[in-house]
């Protein structure tokens, strides 16, 4: 009975002591007069770690008023953005206050790739990033046209093979082996073919790096995971994936130095930068740019041709324009054509509003911050998230959102909204280093799609698309069947 009873004291001492513990962990925007979103005092509400609850979060409170309201992300103290004049001075005019990403990653030894512009902070990313920035010119791209219209021209003819036996093809599945064949060729120089051999080694590796990058690990959720990651050795890349890439990536370097290899590539553009750059420097760099190439390019170029498929008088819009300007440049496409479709441009642009590959952006405070003239203050170490989600989707700055409207996009009605109310590759010195890259990859992709075919909705066509809700990022939860036809 004594033993019984203590051990109830003993159950009754951790449950006040633990209910005080949070109740104080979660007091810390309310101390700092800052509004905040209280959660589940225990363990949080389950769609509190979900990208949508960024998203809801801010359609909630976007009147609120205030700059920014705080909220918890698992234990940790967040400001979810509001104010877009604050997200202004974040990613450009007070950018040094928030200029790290705040990942945890570790050495060259344990984790080569992760040591990549995309997880790097401080001076480490200011120095590569500069470095890395000759790599992206006009004049490099026009230098990746080959290679691209190539992959662009395998893709046609797959669909046309495909369509002999079967109208409906699942272009989820087909965008991601069109991103896969062009990062292997623009950045290693590699034909995979996927396209024709989607079951490729290459795609089960590209499988478990996104499987593993898109949901976000559980230490993250850590205000400590930068010193857990590196304490314990949890690498950002997985290892299979760190293997296979290092051995590709050193076997093609080593035969381009052995017998003088030139050829128009992203490996090619980085290892002209700096001949002193080791091995692990190179890989990390074009292994960004290969993970870049694939996902968030295959994203953008599936979401478009689906929307497209469900909007077939915009559709028909755009065919008329490819076709138009192509009948001006030899029925080829080129770089300079491709500048001369605007529509084009639009249609991806709004693509992008209505599902933004990065539905919230994340940045560190590295230094205590007070926004203008407010009392308002985020501490450094906290971190913030902007979510693009919810300003895209947000109806006061673009009425109806749920309807497709590419005339959004033109310059007159851009010219009438804050220059900070459509972000798809963020903004700032810390913006997406790919963005030519990645719209010159979807321009192309969508081109060479709609001026031979007509694409459609059919009966297997999910609508709306359901995304996956565990991803950090966007992705689709299923396949996107959709009915094509021959012009």
Not at 217 to 224: A, D, R, V
Not at 234 to 242: D, I
Not at 410 to 431: L, V, W, Y
Request: charged share 25%.
């Amino acid at each position: 009975m004594i033993i019984l009873i203590t051990l109830v004291g003993i159950a009754v001492f951790v449950a006040i002591f633990g209910y005080i513990f949070q109740r104080h962990r979660y007091s810390f925007w309310k101390t700092r007069g800052v509004f905040q979103e209280v959660p589940n005092l225990w363990f949080g509400k389950k769609t509190q770690y979900t990208k949508d609850f960024q998203r809801n979060l801010y359609l909630k409170y976007k009147n609120c008023g205030d700059p920014f309201i705080g909220y918890y992300f698992y234990h940790r103290p967040v400001a979810l953005i509001i104010d877009l004049d604050l997200v202004k001075n974040i990613f450009i005019k007070d950018f040094q206050y928030f200029s790290d990403r705040g990942f945890g990653h570790n050495g060259v030894k344990d984790d080569p790739l992760g040591q990549n512009i995309l997880f790097l902070d401080g001076a480490p990313w200011r120095a590569l990033r500069h470095k890395l920035s000759p790599t992206v010119t006009t004049n490099k791209m026009k230098a990746l046209m080959p290679d691209l219209l190539k992959v662009g021209q395998d893709m046609s003819y797959v669909i046309s093979k495909k369509i002999e036996t079967d109208p409906l093809i699942d272009f989820r599945k087909l965008i991601t082996c069109f991103t896969t064949d062009v990062v292997g060729k623009c950045v290693l120089g590699i034909d995979y073919n996927t396209l024709s051999n989607p079951d490729a080694e290459i795609c089960h590796i590209l499988e478990t790096y996104m499987d593993g990058f898109t949901r976000e690990p559980f230490l993250e959720k850590s205000p400590k995971f930068p010193y857990f990651s590196i304490k314990w050795k949890l690498n950002l890349t997985p290892k299979s994936v760190s293997i296979y890439f290092m051995n590709v990536l050193q076997q093609i370097v080593k035969k381009r130095k052995e017998e003088k290899i030139f050829r128009k590539d992203f490996l090619t553009f980085i290892m002209e930068l700096d001949s002193n750059m080791s091995i692990n420097e190179i890989a990390a760099s074009a292994f960004s740019y290969f993970i870049g190439g694939f996902h968030n390019n295959a994203t953008a170029l599936t979401i478009t041709l689906y929307q497209l498929a469900l909007n077939p008088l915009i559709q028909s819009k755009l065919r008329k324009e490819i076709l138009s300007v192509l009948e001006k440049h030899n029925n080829e496409i080129t770089y300079e054509s491709l500048q001369e479709m605007p529509y084009l441009e639009m249609v991806i642009n709004e693509s992008l509003r209505t599902l933004p590959i990065t539905p919230t952006i994340s940045r560190m405070c590295v230094q205590d911050y007070k926004f203008g003239e407010t009392n308002f203050v985020i501490p450094a170490g906290t971190k913030v998230h902007v979510p693009l989600n919810g300003i895209h989707n947000n109806p006061d700055i673009y009425p109806n959102p749920d309807e497709f409207d590419p005339q959004r996009f033109t310059k007159e009605n851009i010219a009438k909204r804050h220059a900070c109310s459509f972000m798809p590759f963020g903004d700032g010195p810390r913006n997406c280093i790919g963005l030519r890259f990645s719209m010159l990859e979807t321009k192309i992709g969508v081109a060479e799609v709609i001026r031979e075919f007509k694409l459609s909705k059919c009966e297997k066509t999910c609508v709306p698309l359901k995304m996956d809700p565990n991803s950090v990022v966007s992705v689709p939860l299923d396949e996107i069947l959709l009915k094509v036809e021959r012009i």
